[in-house]
């Protein structure tokens, strides 16, 4: 008996080969069990129809994220019924009164018409503005130079005439 003594702790331990084959259907098992665990996965997977890539983005959002897509999304919908709903409207109008052969293309003949007008309206406006701010901004220039000229602390905060 005294190779079963140290058999519990000791490095010259006798090691039971039954344990051993038990060890191993254990880990086995564990192993078998994962498989299935990835089996079923698969299964559920199959189950899922494929998503879109911006389906799967969608479900993966958290409330948050949605709210801040609803609060855009109203953001733009107010930026399109004020500025482009307007302008189909008024083209859907006029393919209605003209009744063209092809009414999409009349459609998008009309928005790019459109498109250039408003165009050149918004550069003849910002136009306007940069020429009243370059007036404003010479403006300042100049009484800048006179205050400065005349000693005045307008321009530099200190006056030009010695004391």
């Not at 709210?67 to 999304?73: A, D, P, V």
């Not at 500025?83 to 052969?101: A, C, F, L």
């Not at 928005?111 to 701010?133: V, Y």
Request: hydrophobic share 30%; glycine share 8%.
């Amino acid at each position: 008996g005294g190779g079963e003594e140290r058999a519990e702790g000791g490095k010259d331990a006798v090691k039971d080969p039954a344990a051993e084959v038990e060890g191993e259907k254990k880990m086995k098992g564990e192993d078998e069990d994962e498989d299935e665990d990835e089996d079923e996965h698969k299964d559920k997977d199959k189950d899922k129809p494929d998503l879109l890539p911006h389906e799967e983005l969608f479900s993966k959002t958290n409330t948050a994220d949605v709210e801040q897509i609803q609060e855009l999304l109203e953001t733009y919908d107010d930026y399109a019924i004020n500025n482009v709903m307007r302008q189909i409207t008024e083209g859907m109008m006029s393919i209605h009164s003209t009744s063209p052969d092809d009414p999409v293309d009349a459609l998008a003949d009309y928005l790019i018409t459109k498109g250039k007008e408003l165009e050149a309206e918004g550069n003849r406006k910002a136009r306007e503005n940069f020429d009243g701010l370059l007036a404003h901004v010479e403006e300042l220039s100049s009484r800048m130079f006179d205050a400065r000229t005349e000693g005045s602390t307008f321009a530099t905060g200190f006056s030009s005439v010695m004391s």
